[in-house]
């Protein structure tokens, strides 16, 4: 219970301060766009970056581990699409981040904390491993899709010759495309940069949350009630049950790996799909009150975790 306590309730605090501010009119709605624009064009590239520079590639490499975190959450990915396409009418744009907020967790903030606390620092590798998997796949297929949806009825050509400038231009593409770039190169960071990334990468998942607090001030709470409920139980029920599948029945790996997979499945949707919403200005709404409701019941279902899966005292 005690990393739940430790890093689970902080997360949703931050959430309510910003909230509380907006509440109380400290801080206005211009402040959670301001804010959300910093996240996403400084502080979070900067975060990837360091994250994928600083990485081990030849860890990176784990076949058996890639597939049984890869496959699911495709799979799950693909039908949550499907779902909001036939069971919620909405757009191609809007479907990629219902399905995103179905899949993509809270890793770097909580996952990998949780990780090591909970297993210690030989979990940090698999958590870190999954992170990159998170962020490089699902933003990836998220921001092709949305930039394909936004431009339907255009020209093929020129959809794709957009969809290819967007994603060149997308700094939650293009900061862990470059930090892996120099990790390949086997170089260093140099001491300035580490720092200077390290400490605007530190701002992005506090300044994220903050302002999705910011956001909810003054909105429905009752909107999209169904939408909400079908992606956080896909997010907390359905992604870490089919992934625990892949890694306990079907796919032999490590039992510390297998652990931290199902763990980084577990977590509530990540802070990154709100940013990725505003930056859009579509489903902005909906992935807020997600975020919010899968991070208060992921209090309940990481628990059950540990309660399966027991913490390593003075892990």
Not at 9 to 15: E, K, M, S
Not at 53 to 72: E, H
Not at 139 to 166: H, M, Q, Y
Not at 275 to 293: C, D, E, P
Request: net charge neutral; charged share 10%.
């Amino acid at each position: 219970m005690e990393p739940i306590i430790n890093i689970v309730l902080p997360v949703f605090a931050i959430v309510g301060a910003g909230y509380l501010c907006g509440s109380r009119k400290l801080l206005g709605a211009e402040s959670s766009a301001a804010l959300n624009g910093f996240v996403y064009w400084v502080a979070l590239p900067a975060m990837l970056f360091r994250a994928m520079a600083t990485v081990d590639v030849g860890q990176l490499w784990q076949p058996d581990f890639l597939i049984g975190f890869l496959v699911p959450l495709l799979a799950i990915g693909f039908l949550a699409i499907l779902a909001a396409r036939l069971l919620f009418g909405r757009s191609l744009a809007e479907a990629a981040i219902h399905a995103m907020n179905g899949i993509y967790g809270n890793s770097g903030y909580m996952g990998i904390p949780l990780a090591v606390a909970a297993f210690g620092e030989a979990a940090a590798v698999p958590a870190v491993v999954a992170t990159v998997i998170n962020t490089a796949v699902v933003v990836g297929i998220a921001i092709t899709l949305i930039e394909v949806g936004t431009k339907s009825g255009a020209n093929p050509f020129r959809v794709v010759g957009n969809v290819l400038a967007s994603m060149a231009r997308n700094p939650m593409l293009v900061a862990p495309l470059l930090g892996l770039l120099w990790a390949v190169a086997g170089f260093d960071l140099p001491v300035p940069v580490d720092a200077f990334t390290g400490i605007l990468g530190a701002a992005a998942g506090p300044c994220a949350l903050f302002a999705i607090g910011l956001f909810m001030v003054g909105k429905p709470r009752s909107e999209g009630r169904a939408e909400v409920g079908v992606m956080t139980a896909t997010k907390l029920i359905v992604q870490p049950g089919l992934t625990a599948l892949a890694f306990f029945w079907l796919l032999p790996v490590d039992p510390l790996w297998a652990k931290v997979a199902v763990l980084m499945a577990a977590l509530p949707t990540g802070a990154g799909s709100f940013v990725l919403a505003q930056a859009y200005g579509i489903y902005v709404l909906r992935t807020s009150s997600v975020i919010l409701l899968s991070t208060v019941l992921s209090v309940v279902t990481i628990s059950i975790f540990f309660i399966l899966f027991p913490p390593i005292v003075g892990g």
